[in-house]
T-cell receptor, first 114, second 112 residues
């Protein structure tokens, strides 16, 4: 089975711009979660989608949004970028079958805001 | 509230055994995960505990005590490639979405 894929892998933007990141989960997985990872804050949960519905949301401003498509692929969008948004954005998928309840991470998108 | 504590850094010698502890205080519990993350890479799944006791998987073992809110990851026969960050994560209650809350991670350095 192919793993979780994320595109692009690296991105450089300037303050005020907006960005869209993409995540394709493992085939058959219906849950996709997004995380932001920075050296100071560690891994912070952004949101989770399951069957095209946002099931959970972390404590991030409304500039961070996401969606999930019928094929389970997910996108997250960050508008009006700030310097502090520079981070590694990780996507993780799971089948959310309680007996095999494991999240598998993609390689991440490294976003740099200048 | 949700709180997960792990030591920030640990150092161990190649061939030795190291134990990385994790304590948690969460509003609900549906399993504890350990992930390994090498610098610049994504976290990779190591172990999952939902019941009390020890789960062994090769050189890695993970222990859970739900009553104490405590887990540890045991790494045996340490190798240089085990130098990485080890993340402890707790899954919250399913009726609240079952989201994963991560600790800050423990940076393990394995010395020759």
């Amino acid at each position: 089975k192919a793993g979780v894929t994320q595109t692009p892998r690296y991105l450089i933007k300037t303050r005020g711009q907006q960005v869209t990141l993409s995540c394709s989960p493992i085939s058959g997985h219906r849950s996709v979660s997004w995380y932001q990872q920075t050296p100071g804050q560690g891994l912070q949960f952004l949101f989770e989608y399951f069957s095209e519905t946002q099931r959970n949301k972390g404590n991030f401003p409304g500039r961070f949004s996401g969606r999930q498509f019928s094929n389970s692929r997910s996108e997250m969008n960050v508008s009006t970028l700030e310097l502090g948004d520079s981070a590694l954005y990780l996507c993780a998928s799971s089948s959310f079958d309680r007996s095999t309840d494991t999240q598998y991470f993609g390689p991440g998108t490294r976003l740099t805001v200048l | 509230g949700q709180n997960i504590d792990q030591p920030t850094e640990m150092t161990a010698t190649e061939g030795a055994i190291v134990q990385i502890n994790c304590t948690y205080q969460t509003s609900g519990f549906n399993g504890l995960f350990w992930y390994q993350q090498h610098a610049g890479e994504a976290p990779t799944f190591l172990s999952y505990n939902v019941l009390d006791g020890l789960e062994e998987k090769g050189r890695f073992s993970s222990f859970l005590s739900r009553s104490k809110g405590y887990s540890y990851l045991l790494l045996k026969e340490l190798q240089m490639k085990d130098s990485a960050s080890y993340l402890c994560a707790v899954r919250g209650p399913y009726n609240q979405g079952g989201k994963l809350i991560f600790g800050q991670g423990t940076e393990l350095s394995v010395k020759p």
